[in-house]
């Protein structure tokens, strides 16, 4: 084992995400530039090439190589530099201080992302110190825009630099390590794949009047109608090997009586109890089948005026690989009434599924073997959306996993106010990283 003494690097880890912390990048604006200043300025000291990329002005992305022999190709180390705004009056610190208390350090992207962004580049930096041979180039790349869709961060970066496009894998954020409340740990998760973005309207059209004398062509009722049936709909379950593989792998931590309903999750839900239970937790219920939220209606601006056009917005997050024109001919079937305009809206790709015989996949799991001795790492299928969709578009594999051991609790301050992250749990990022990264890089 080399000596590296994981205390100073936990220290030092802490001081750089303080530091990161404090340099608002908060989307929008975004302000990117400043945060990727930032973290070449430690490239820069440790003599590691690094470089800036502005996609617009002030939205800078950072790509910073640590050189290997070449003999296989590189890995790219992701994170993105942006974090959501803050409700600023709601926190009880000041969320770009970076203020530790009780072994937390608090503050916007303490957990989406910079920490994992520090751990990226603390396991550069430690390889760079010990001086290990490296069999391939590691990329560290920071992106810009990534909170509001990536157009100026990572699809610009893959279009402006094709040499990423050389990248035999990703590593990112999207999955973790979920700990029990009793601080146990209950899994590794590593996401392959994401949900599929598909949005679309309804419109529906009427004659307008005045509302004394209601009549029968009133779009607003029209529509109403038409939603009630749409959102009253429960979508079927469509389960796809990685979920399937999901709920086999945290059964092993259920009680004995659970247990094959986890295991044969397709079975396990025609149990009825079992269906309520796991579909009330929803990030399963939405692993398990395609969503839909109704999330924007517009209609009527005078209480005393019947209007002549109703619409409503749909966000749907699809399981990878469903018929997209099956989909919408259900979606007419069920809101029934061709009166109302159907109107595609934003359509993300066809999703893609990252190998979870990968190399990448492989390194995370022997070095949770490493760390926690027994660990379940399972894959995962993430619901939002991350930069890494960009990548598996180009046919690079991307393990979407963030080395923090958080408790539901903790996980749900993503985006949230006072998110936070323990000291310790940084430390341990670092390590992690540096450990995955060296496997992938040296053997
Ligand atoms: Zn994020």
Avoid at 28 to 37: K, L, Q, V
Avoid at 218 to 231: F, H, Q, S, T
Avoid at 340 to 345: M, V
């Amino acid at each position: 084992m080399e000596n590296i003494n994981w205390e100073k690097i936990r220290d030092e880890a802490i001081e750089k995400l303080v530091g990161y912390i404090r340099i608002n990048t908060s989307n929008p604006p975004g302000n990117e530039i400043e945060g990727a200043r930032y973290l070449k300025s430690f490239f820069d000291k440790e003599d590691i090439e690094a470089k800036i990329f502005e996609s617009a002005p002030k939205r800078g992305n950072l790509k910073a190589i640590l050189k290997g022999d070449g003999s296989s190709p590189p890995i790219i180390l992701l994170n993105h530099i942006d974090v959501v705004p803050v409700e600023r009056e709601k926190w009880d610190v000041d969320p770009f201080e970076g203020k530790i208390i009780d072994g937390y350090i608090y503050g916007r992207g303490t957990i989406d992302m910079k920490s994992m962004a520090i751990a990226e580049l603390m396991a550069m930096l430690i390889l760079k110190r010990t001086n290990i041979s490296l069999k391939r180039d590691i990329i560290f790349l920071a992106t810009a825009g990534e909170e509001t869709g990536g157009e100026l961060g990572a699809k610009w970066m893959l279009d402006k630099d094709p040499s990423l496009l050389e990248a035999a894998m990703v590593f990112n954020e999207g999955g973790g390590i979920v700990v029990k409340e009793n601080g146990e740990i209950s899994h590794y998760e590593i996401s392959l794949a994401q949900k599929e973005v598909f949005q679309f309207t309804l419109k529906a059209y009427g004659t307008s009047g005045h509302a004394s004398m209601p009549h029968s062509d009133n779009p607003n009722v029209k529509l109403v109608k038409a939603l009630n049936r749409l959102v009253s709909w429960e979508t079927p379950f469509n389960i796809i090997p990685i979920v399937k593989e999901f709920f086999a792998n945290i059964g092993k931590n259920m009680s004995d009586e659970e247990k094959p309903n986890y295991m044969d999750i397709e079975k396990g839900l025609k149990d009825v109890s079992f269906r309520k239970k796991i579909t009330k937790n929803l990030v399963y219920n939405a692993m398990l089948r395609n969503t839909i939220s109704l999330t924007v209606l517009s209609a009527g601006t005078k209480v005393n005026v019947i209007p002549s056009e109703a619409s409503a917005e749909i966000d749907c997050r699809l399981i990878p690989g469903t018929d997209r024109d099956r989909w919408i001919k259900t979606i007419k079937e069920i809101i029934d009434d061709e009166s109302i305009e159907f109107k595609a809206g934003m359509q993300s790709t066809k999703g893609i599924i990252s190998p979870a015989d990968g190399e990448g996949y492989k390194a995370i799991y022997e070095i949770a073997q490493k760390m926690d001795p027994g660990a379940v790492v399972t894959p995962f299928l993430s619901v939002g959306a991350t930069d890494s969709r960009y990548f598996r578009e180009k046919g690079i594999p991307c393990y979407d996993f963030e080395p923090l051991k958080l408790t539901l609790k903790e996980a749900l301050l993503i985006h949230g106010n006072n998110e936070r992250v323990s000291v310790e749990n940084l430390g341990f990022a670092s390590r992690f990283m540096y450990e995955v990264v060296k496997k992938v890089a040296t053997s």
